[in-house]
């Protein structure tokens, strides 16, 4: 990990609407419902889990005095709450399609909840460190590595590649807020003991949603869409694999976000997203230009 600091870009909301329309298709990754179901397993965390991120956060909102800061964490919130809303009208979809997604939102909410009255405000925001240190991971991959979208439908491609570009641009928010704020012994301690908990949360809680959804879409037999999702999981593009590599680098005593290495791909990400139009590139030219 290098010692320097990348120089964060500035966290720039953006209102986007996705119309989530059932002509789109179900299974919108590859044509393969097992790859779908990981993303849109994810995607059903989201709503609630935001929230969380920015209470989590905006606890904490008193006493930041920093300017800089103070204004990254309203940007940080107006964000979450647009990925918020778009995710809720993403699921919204796959409850049209048949899904049930209200069982499992009930019970993220009771789950949501108990933390909330039970986990003190600090560890709280440890835990939002440790999810905000996967989505910036997920976020580096999606945009530093072409092949994690080439198969997905270009409406979906454009929606995780816009939270990807966001996520990366807010990734240590949580984390300043944290430190100037949890200025006590335990203040390496709990988030390492908090991104414990969290990866299992995370793994737990995305493996398990994945099946039931398989099941639901009456997938759960289906083999060859399960060999393929192992593949595209730990193989190539290896997107979970590399995710948790990513992991270790957090536990260092002396980590910040910022440490980690930009890569040229987000940085042409970036680009793109700061002068946002409708009409979208195609990939392979964001790519291109970032490899030139
Ligand atoms: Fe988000
Ligand atoms: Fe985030």
């Given at each position: 990990m290098p010692s320097e600091m990348y120089l964060p870009p500035r966290i720039t909301p953006r209102n986007l609407h996705f119309a989530f329309e059932t002509s789109l298709p179900a299974d919108w990754h590859s044509g393969n419902p097992a790859i779908t179901s990981f993303y849109d397993a994810l995607s059903l965390t989201f709503p609630e889990g935001e929230?969380?991120?920015?209470?989590?956060?905006?606890?904490?909102?008193?006493?930041?005095?920093d300017p800089k800061l103070k204004a990254d964490v309203d940007a940080f919130t107006a964000q979450e709450s647009v990925h918020s809303r778009e995710h809720a009208g993403y699921?919204?979809?796959?409850?049209?399609?048949?899904?049930?997604?209200?069982?499992?939102?009930?019970?993220?909410?009771?789950?949501?909840a108990f933390v909330q009255r039970h986990l003190g405000r600090k560890n709280q925001l440890a835990a939002t460190c440790g999810y905000e240190h996967y989505t910036a991971l997920f976020a580096e991959l999606i945009l530093g590595d072409e092949r994690v979208l080439a198969g997905a439908h270009p409406f979906y491609r454009d929606l995780w590649r816009w939270h990807a570009m966001e996520e990366e641009e807010h990734k240590a928010v949580a984390f300043d807020v944290y430190t100037a704020a949890a200025k006590d012994r335990l203040i390496w301690l709990r988030r390492v003991v908090a991104m414990i908990v969290v990866t299992v949360d995370l793994s737990l809680t995305t493996f398990a949603l994945s099946l039931w959804l398989m099941k639901k879409r009456g997938q759960i037999g289906n083999w060859k869409a399960w060999a393929g999702s192992f593949w595209y999981l730990w193989i190539s593009p290896g997107v979970w694999r590399r995710v948790m590599r990513g992991v270790f680098a957090y536990m260092a005593p002396g980590f910040h976000p910022w440490k980690r290495k930009v890569k040229p791909a987000v940085l042409a990400w970036r680009a793109y997203y700061r002068a946002r139009t409708n009409r979208l590139p195609a990939a392979s030219s964001i790519f291109e230009s970032a490899t030139a």
């Open positions: 929230r969380f991120f920015i209470s989590s956060v905006r606890c904490f909102a008193s006493g930041i005095f699921n919204a979809l796959l409850r049209a399609r048949g899904i049930p997604v209200e069982k499992f939102e009930v019970m993220v909410k009771k789950g949501t």
